[in-house]
């Protein structure tokens, strides 16, 4: 689950960076971009623009009013999609909780599939079983990846650098002394920092058996924002800065509120309910190659004992 989030939001990242380096190439010269970008900047980045001088004027601030513009901005958008990327975290969390429970029957499962000399046969068999591990335990093989919100935020990310960078009132204008058109290493390093934190957070709710396998993987997120914040303006860097704020206080709800609650509430739950057996270590003990195959099903009284192996035995006291 974990490798195929991490693909998916490297894959939503390299669209992101694909898409501002496009419009990068063109903002040396400030002037709009033509076609297929043309048509997304008066779609998404003009309308940013309006938004951000109406925002500016209202504040009545000529030095840092923009800046308070993209900050505001940003804050509206999280808020926003503060419920969704809860509820995302939460379906996420309960399906991490089910795997931790359902890990051992799925590792006896795994580890028949790694013997050597195993069929075709004996695998889509094998596969079954795992299918039906997850499925009478309420659980699905691919759990939601929780991307939409990434998603979400795309034509945002694109849309206020290009309103930054295609504005020369708002490129030349100032936040705290730093120009909105430039790249700040002050907002590279502080934006990174909170990202730092907020993965740092998230590995302390993670089982200490699988934080060092996403160490990897939560990193991915501080180092492109890092990227971002230093190639790109300040005003995109704002909203980064401004949105790892947010961030970091939905990680510390998620880590400390909601993690514990469902730990607690599955392990209530449990103690009623324990989990289906659909294999343990003695499925595969007594006819490996009968308990394997679809033509001699599993003995539900005696997981590893085949009906005909049952009947076997009865047949030879008679005689």
């Known amino acids: 689950m974990h490798r195929i989030k991490k693909w998916a939001t490297l894959g939503g990242i390299t669209t992101l960076a694909l898409l501002l380096s496009a419009c990068h190439k063109s903002t040396t010269q400030l002037k709009p971009p033509t076609g297929f970008f043309g048509a997304f900047y008066n779609i998404i980045g003009k309308p940013l623009q309006h938004v951000m001088e109406w925002i500016a004027g209202m504040v009545g601030s000529t030095t840092n009013g923009y800046g308070i513009a993209i900050l505001l901005i940003t804050l509206v958008v999280r808020l926003v999609l503060l419920p969704a990327m809860l509820n995302q975290q939460r379906n996420m969390t309960t399906s991490q909780e089910k795997m931790k429970i359902l890990k051992p029957q799925l590792d006896i499962i795994q580890k028949q599939m790694k013997k050597p000399g ?11 079983l795992m299918q039906e591990v997850y499925k009478k335990n309420g659980t699905s093989m691919i759990p939601s990846m929780g991307c939409l919100t990434l998603l979400i935020q795309l034509p945002i990310f694109s849309g206020l650098y290009q309103a930054v960078a295609y504005s020369p009132e708002i490129s030349k204008s100032t936040f705290f002394g730093i120009q909105l058109g430039h790249s700040s290493l002050i907002i590279t390093i502080s934006a990174t920092i909170l990202y730092l934190i907020q993965s740092w957070i998230m590995l302390q709710g993670v089982a200490p058996e699988q934080r060092k396998a996403m160490q990897t993987s939560a990193l991915i997120s501080p180092i492109m924002t890092f990227w971002f914040c230093l190639m790109y303006n300040a005003g995109l860097g ?6 790892g ?64 192996n049952r009947n076997a035995g009865k047949q030879q006291r008679h005689k």
Do not use: C, W
């Open 238 to 243: 704002l909203y980064f800065l401004a949105g």
């Open 245 to 308: 704020v947010i961030i970091l206080i939905q990680q510390i709800i998620v880590t400390y509120v909601i993690t514990p609650n469902i730990r607690k509430k599955m392990d209530e739950e449990l103690k009623n309910n324990p989990p289906v057996v659909v294999v343990d270590e003695h499925t595969f003990e007594a006819a490996p190659t009968a308990a394997t195959t679809p033509s001699a099903p599993l003995n539900p009284a005696r997981p590893g004992v085949t009906k005909r």
């Open 118 to 128: 195993i069929s075709q046969e004996e695998t889509m068999h094998l596969n079954q």
